[in-house]
């Protein structure tokens, strides 16, 4: 099984709606977790970090389920230049990456 | 922020030849620097762990000989693709964790192999 799932998608969403992507984990010990954006032919950026009590960024929300073992990333009101592949990571004795979940907004 | 610079960004070598890709750390010390191949439409891999002053780990799968990493400083690790053919064309991305909850990458290199 691997370390970290994640649904490749393709998401193809109009502008303005509201995705959602999940992760799922395998190590329950696992002790960071985060979303990380990659843009086609770059590095991935950090997008935000995910907290057991849930964080908001603007238009991003991303929780955390430890009973589960899953973490999502909401966007809302999705634009243009949101496109891009999402990566879910988590730590554990290392960094585990899912393999991102690919995002296109259409006018 | 923490910033991590790899050179160069990209690189076309001959089948045969070797190629050198730097990896940085230009605001901090990283005693330890990560090395992932990416192909198209797949995840990042971790290739092997770099760790300053001693021997790389590499993950099960990848040659130690083909792909030598030197760490010599607390701010540069190097990757060198020795004797690269056509299969070894890839994203290569360098990474180090500045503290415990951040995790920076390169920009990565992309190399292709004719």
């Known amino acids: 099984r691997k370390e970290v799932e994640q649904d490749p998608g393709p998401f193809n969403v109009p502008e303005g709606a509201t995705v959602a992507f999940n992760c799922t984990y395998s190590?329950?010990?696992?002790?960071?977790f985060f979303w990380y954006r990659q843009d086609c032919r770059k590095e991935p950026k950090l997008l935000m970090s995910?907290?057991?009590s849930g964080n908001e960024d603007g238009r991003f929300t991303a929780q955390l389920n430890r009973a589960s073992q899953y973490i999502s990333l909401l966007i809302r009101d999705s634009k243009l230049s949101d496109s891009a592949t999402y990566l879910c990571v988590v730590r554990g004795n290392q960094f585990y990456f899912g393999t991102g979940t690919s995002l296109t907004v259409i006018p | 922020g923490a910033v991590v610079s790899q050179h160069p960004s990209w690189v076309i070598c001959k089948s045969g030849t070797s190629v050198k890709i730097e990896c940085r750390s230009l605001d901090f010390q990283a005693t330890t620097m990560f090395w992932y191949r990416q192909f198209p439409k797949q995840s990042l891999m971790l290739m092997a762990t770099?760790?300053?002053?001693?021997?790389?780990?590499?993950e099960q799968g990848v040659e130690k000989d083909k792909f030598l990493i030197n760490h010599a400083s607390l701010t540069l690790s190097t990757l060198t693709v020795t004797s690269a053919h056509p299969e070894d064309s890839s994203f290569y991305i360098c990474?180090?964790?500045?503290?415990?909850?951040?995790?920076?990458f390169g920009s990565g290199t992309r190399l292709t192999v004719v």
């Open positions: 770099s760790n300053e002053g001693s021997k790389a780990t590499y």
């Open positions: 190590n329950s010990a696992s002790q960071s």
């Open positions: 990474s180090a964790s500045p503290d415990y909850y951040g995790y920076t």
């Open positions: 995910v907290y057991s």
